[in-house]
């Protein structure tokens, strides 16, 4: 009977299992919870000491930013607000004012090819921290919540919202040294590869006329090379960490110019971070592909491409001159390794012996963190 009176009704807690009302003290003005006094989830809880429980989480206010050829689309936390601005130099100023009227604590934005930098810099020389993310990881984050829609506002705060829970660090900005550096190299490049082309566009050629527009084209490009080339030796000679780095790398028989100016170009980070981060970063770093029972093969993925490129082709010339190269080759050989994965693992070899010496001249030096796309 006693059962059946009860059907129906709503259960009701005893009194004595009822968790007491949370009141902030006396003494604190805000009305902020958070104190051991203050806050009590439970009988355990309670026990704890005062130094375990006295613990406060504060939520940093990230900006996230869409970046475009033409427009900066801003959106602060998880709901606002929101506002785009042109992207040019008032454009940019209205953002660094929106973000401290927000009390933005960081700004997240994704690599966008350059137009990115202007912003950047701004914002960072008027005391705003800023980083710089991946776009593919974000594009995945925001698959992964079931975010098939795009446009620049949602964008924005999926850049945001990545950026928090990723827990991204600002990183500064490359010197005017730096960036000087990477222009050059990645100009003798393009000059390079240029140069290349016509080169083997002339080999299908008979008419008289074009061959000769091709030759003077040919004799342009060197010219430009050389005057790069002699512009870059004479900026790594202007800086004793790089005079020093570019000592060390050349140690290595085989290592010349172009290896080391594209290495501290493009990967300033060298000596910086442990074998495997370096690794990772340039695309060198065999990625497990497991799944229970199943092992994969190691693939290789992402990464500096262009750095990558070069260790490819000076890891095989190093492995003529240096014995333990030579040895690590003929040992993977013998292994029956594929002849792809051989070149990869002198790539990372080489990689790694780089980032050794990197790390021996920079021990000698005190500098900032560099930025890397996170």
């Known amino acids: 009977m006693e059962r ?20 902030p003290p006396a003494n604190n003005r805000s009305g902020a919870f958070g104190t051991a006094a203050a806050v009590t989830h439970d009988r355990t809880v309670a026990r704890l000491s005062i130094a375990r429980t006295r613990q406060v989480t504060v939520t940093k206010v990230i900006c996230g930013v869409d970046v ?63 980083a710089v993310l991946h776009p593919r990881a974000v594009r995945r984050f925001a698959e992964g919540l079931g975010l098939l829609e795009k446009t620049d506002r949602i964008d924005a705060r999926v850049i945001a919202w990545f950026a928090k829970v990723k827990g991204s660090v600002p990183c500064a900005p ?10 050059l190299v990645t100009r003798l490049r393009q000059l390079t590869e240029l140069q290349a082309a016509q080169k083997n566009q002339r080999l299908l050629v008979s008419d008289a006329t074009v061959l000769g527009l091709i030759a003077e084209l040919l004799k342009v490009l060197t010219a430009q090379m050389r005057k790069l080339e002699a512009q870059i030796a004479a900026l790594l000679a202007s800086d004793p960490l790089w005079q020093k780095l570019d000592q060390a790398f050349r140690s290595i028989k085989g290592v010349a110019d172009r290896t080391v100016a594209r290495v501290l170009a493009e990967m300033p980070e060298i000596g910086r ?17 497991d799944s229970g029972k199943k092992q994969g093969p190691r693939p290789i993925r992402g990464g500096r491409r262009n750095v990558r490129a070069i260790l490819f082709v000076v890891a095989g010339v190093v492995r003529r001159h240096d014995p333990d190269f030579a040895a690590f080759h003929q040992r993977l050989s013998a292994a029956g390794k594929p002849k792809k994965v051989i070149r990869i693992a002198l790539a990372h070899k080489l990689l ?16 900032p963190t560099a930025c890397q796309t996170t």
């Open 68 to 130: 475009s050829s033409l427009s900066l689309e801003a959106f602060v936390g998880p709901a606002g607000p929101a506002r785009g601005f042109p992207n040019t130099g008032e454009g940019i100023a209205e953002l660094l004012a929106f973000c401290r009227e927000q009390s933005v604590e960081l700004v997240a934005v994704e690599a966008s090819g350059g137009y990115e930098r202007p912003a950047f810099a701004v914002l960072w020389a008027h005391g705003v921290a800023v």
């Open 352 to 367: 790694v012996r780089l980032n050794a010496k990197a790390r021996q001249v920079r021990n000698q030096f005190v500098e």
């Open 174 to 183: 490359l010197s005017a040294e730096q960036q000087q550096l990477r222009a």
């Open 4 to 23: 059946m009176s009860l059907r129906g009704v709503r259960h009701v807690e005893p009194l004595a299992r009822r968790a007491a009302p949370v009141v």
């Open 273 to 289: 971070l442990s074998n495997k981060a370096i690794s990772k970063l340039a695309g060198l770093a065999p990625l497990a592909r």
